[in-house]
């Protein structure tokens, strides 16, 4: 089974920078899509990244301009770059992984990491 562990959440200043990543206990093969979520409290789980198998990335408006996401296929690691960060980025924020070639899809997800942006 494969796990996807995340590390680099914490607490962090508004304005601060935080780099999340997220690695493969494994190789994944297919990989059709890599990306980040995050859920707040009381908040339904949003998408906040993702890169596609050909290197294309999208970002919803809340975030564009202020994160990252880039991936290194040999670690099978995806990265999360998080520049002026405010208090509403505050969230759990999970990694995912879309393996297959085509419809339907798995997705793996990571278990979380903890983002606390507050001065």
């Known amino acids: 089974q494969v796990q996807l562990v995340e590390s680099g959440g914490g607490l962090v200043q508004p304005g601060g920078s935080l780099k999340l990543s997220c690695a493969a206990s494994?190789?994944?093969?297919?990989?059709?899509?890599m990306g980040w979520s995050r859920q707040a409290p009381g908040k339904q789980r949003e998408l906040v990244a993702a890169?596609?198998?050909?290197?294309?990335?999208t970002y919803p408006g809340s975030v564009k301009g202020r994160f990252i996401i880039s991936r290194d296929n040999a670690k099978n690691t995806v990265y999360l770059q998080m520049n002026s960060l405010k208090p509403e980025d505050t969230a759990v924020y999970y990694c995912?992984?879309?393996?297959?070639?085509?419809?339907?899809?798995?997705?793996?997800w990571g278990q979380g990491t903890q983002v606390t942006v507050s001065s």
């Open positions: 995912y992984v879309d393996a297959g070639e085509r419809p339907p899809r798995i997705r793996y």
């Open positions: 494994e190789t994944i093969y297919s990989i059709y899509a």
């Open positions: 890169i596609f198998s050909g290197g294309t990335t």
